[in-house]
């Protein structure tokens, strides 16, 4: 009680607090990001030679989940020490490489790691020291780490996106940010109006326009901001998607066949709407007139 009275009563501990918070959580994103697609691909294997070479089957697979083995240089081998994984300050201290091979660590690490932090910061100054900025950091740090996983592997994990969907609606059972009713009919709303885009396109085209991941990704941002939210979260991931795939294609970077994930796109305009989603379609209906 007392740690809850000083955040409410100094801004600068509890953005100082969600910060640090951040960073160990982006450490963390960092594994989740890496690993979840390769536990997916491990388990969809043994399930097909279950099915098909059940003799096969390994009586003592190797363990492989966001715990074990532990995190390890991916070009030697090198086991991380505690030291070398202090998010973005062993970074720098390593000056970008592994202690042990010298090899080049990803910039992109530490990046995951500070965008954590920021995110974080960002729901404390929205919503200040409340149960609603813990909630706004839950949902910033799945979609942070879903974005990543879709532009890696195009893919975006039901046992992310599912648990999303659910914390969403548990939470607007106390009206967080929307009525329950607005809630459910946006789950229901952001799921159903990409599965008939996607329909749509399927019978048009011939060709599969997105995946279902995305559906249930958007059906998730509609039960955590209901179904008002829905189309300027469309609406901006839509914009942003096309602006990002017209400049890669211009400059040459991406080809017109490859497809581009939509999940991160997605991503962005839900918590854009979370953050700013009222002040944006006022503004849009004072400048139309209406």
């Keep these: ?76 081998g ?21 202690s042990h091979c010298k090899t080049t660590i990803s910039i992109r690490y530490p990046l995951i ?24 950091c839950l949902l910033a740090w799945t979609l942070l780490a879903l974005t990543m996983i879709d532009l890696d592997t195009q893919l975006l994990p039901d046992s992310m996106t599912l648990p999303l969907l659910w914390l969403g609606l548990l939470a607007n059972t106390q009206h967080v940010f929307a009525p329950l009713a607005d809630a459910v009919f946006g789950a229901v709303a952001g799921y159903l109006s990409l599965w008939l885009v996607y329909w749509s396109f399927k019978l048009a085209t011939g060709k599969e ?15 955590w901001l209901g179904w008002q939210m829905l189309p300027l979260i469309i609406l901006l991931s839509s914009l942003v998607g096309t602006l990002v795939g ?28 979370l953050l700013w989603g009222n002040t944006l379609t006022e503004s849009y209906l004072q400048i139309m007139g209406i």
């Design 246 to 273: 017209l400049g890669l294609m211009i400059f040459k970077q991406h080809q017109r066949e490859q497809p581009i994930p939509f999940g991160p796109y997605l991503a962005a305009a839900g918590f854009v709407a």
């Design 209 to 223: 326009g997105m995946g279902y991941g995305d559906f249930k990704l958007l059906a998730a941002l509609g039960a």
């Design 1 to 76: 009680m007392l740690l809850l009275e000083l955040l409410q009563a100094s801004p600068t501990y509890l953005f100082f607090a969600l910060a640090l918070l951040g960073l160990i959580v982006g450490s963390f994103l960092n594994v989740v990001i890496l690993r979840l697609p390769i536990m997916m691909e491990r388990q969809w294997k043994l399930e097909c030679l279950e099915a098909l070479h059940p003799d096969k089957v390994p009586e003592n697979p190797i363990t492989y989940n966001l715990i074990t083995p532990g995190s390890n240089c991916m070009e030697c």
């Design 78 to 98: 090198h086991n991380i020490r505690p030291w070398e994984n202090i998010p973005v300050l062993s970074y720098l201290l390593l000056k970008g490489k592994c």
């Design 113 to 136: 790691e500070l965008f954590s932090a920021v995110l974080a910061v960002m729901a404390g100054i929205t919503f200040g020291a409340s149960v609603t900025t813990v909630l706004v």
